[in-house]
């Protein structure tokens, strides 16, 4: 996990572009005062939605919400499952949130290639599974094509950023502090998912292929954590990615921690365990990106740039 809090807050501070009352604001909101203080006064209240306004994970993750509760009553029936299709569409947002940075920056700086060619394997292998059966869909409307689209335009934006990284701006790609080998995580998902898989679509190479995209989507984040802390800094799209993949993770892990019996087979020794590794395996991956999470969700609520989330002592 990332451990790479060596900095002091003033020296955060100081690299913050100046943005210093949103860093004041953040600090009393924390305690609980600032925010209080703010609805008592007018000018303070001003002060507080202007300085939210300008900072840029409440925008983002404002717009979403917004966009996500508008898919919700237009394309949802209400069901539980669509968590299914939200964690979806979370996990596109992220990789659509990459891949527009890169294109305006011309950069690739700070993105894992082999993370993002991990998400392809994922993404290619749960399509596999979910396009020509229904066993994994969403029991939820959403689960007739919103799932699916949203799976696949997550596939076309990863393999953009992938073509981003080999060819288009490769010139900005740094493989010297994206380090860790993705075989290390691939084939140990692929043997596991051999052993303990559902059998919902009663197809095995689906089954495994389904398997094999949740166990490799559990830990394909190392990559981008390992290249952090070789960098030493964060960038800021890539930040959100990780967020918002964690939240993606979240409603997923939810979902199928109430419905994981519906994955073993009672009758089965060894697949009557599969509905439980599952939800540990989804658990894992949330305890890899848990210290991560946890400062930055300290450094929007101080007002420091999520860039600097390695860089904190007091994050």
């Not at 392809?120 to 399509?127: E, G, H, K, V």
Request: hydrophobic residues 50%; proline residues 3%.
């Amino acid at each position: 996990q990332v451990l790479f809090w060596s900095r002091h807050f003033e020296a955060v501070l100081s690299a913050s572009r100046g943005d210093r009352s949103l860093a004041r604001w953040g600090q009393g909101a924390a305690t609980g005062g600032g925010a209080m203080d703010a609805l008592q006064d007018p000018e303070k209240l001003k002060l507080l939605i202007s300085n939210v306004r300008k900072n840029e994970a409440f925008r983002l993750w404002g717009g979403f919400s917004v966009f996500a509760l508008t898919i919700f009553w237009v394309c949802s029936s209400g069901d539980f499952s669509f968590l299914l299709t939200l964690s979806s569409l979370v996990s596109m947002f992220s990789f659509l949130m990459v891949a527009m940075t890169i294109e305006t920056t011309k950069t690739v700086k700070g993105v894992s290639l082999k993370m993002m060619e991990c998400y392809i394997l994922i993404l290619t292998c749960r399509l596999f599974a979910i396009v020509p059966f229904e066993g994994y869909l969403p029991f939820d409307k959403s689960g007739d094509w919103l799932y699916q689209l949203c799976e696949a335009i997550g596939l076309g934006l990863a393999g953009t950023i992938v073509y981003f990284c080999r060819s288009r701006f490769q010139s900005t790609y740094d493989p010297e502090s994206d380090t860790l080998n993705h075989l290390y995580l691939i084939v140990p998902a692929l043997a596991i998912s051999f052993v303990f898989h559902p059998n919902l679509n009663s197809f095995l190479p689906s089954d495994i292929a389904w398997a094999f995209a949740l166990y490799l989507e559990s830990v394909a984040v190392l990559c981008q954590l390992f290249m952090f802390m070789k960098e030493g800094q964060a960038q800021p799209h890539t930040s959100h990615f990780l967020a918002a993949q964690a939240v993606a993770k979240l409603l997923t892990f939810i979902f199928w921690a109430s419905s994981f019996s519906e994955l073993s087979n009672p009758n089965h020794y060894i697949k009557s365990f599969v509905g439980k590794w599952v939800v540990v395996m989804q658990l894992v991956q949330l305890l890899v990106m848990g210290d991560f999470i946890y400062h930055y969700i300290r450094c929007i609520r101080k007002g420091i740039p999520v860039s600097q989330v390695l860089c904190s002592d007091n994050v």
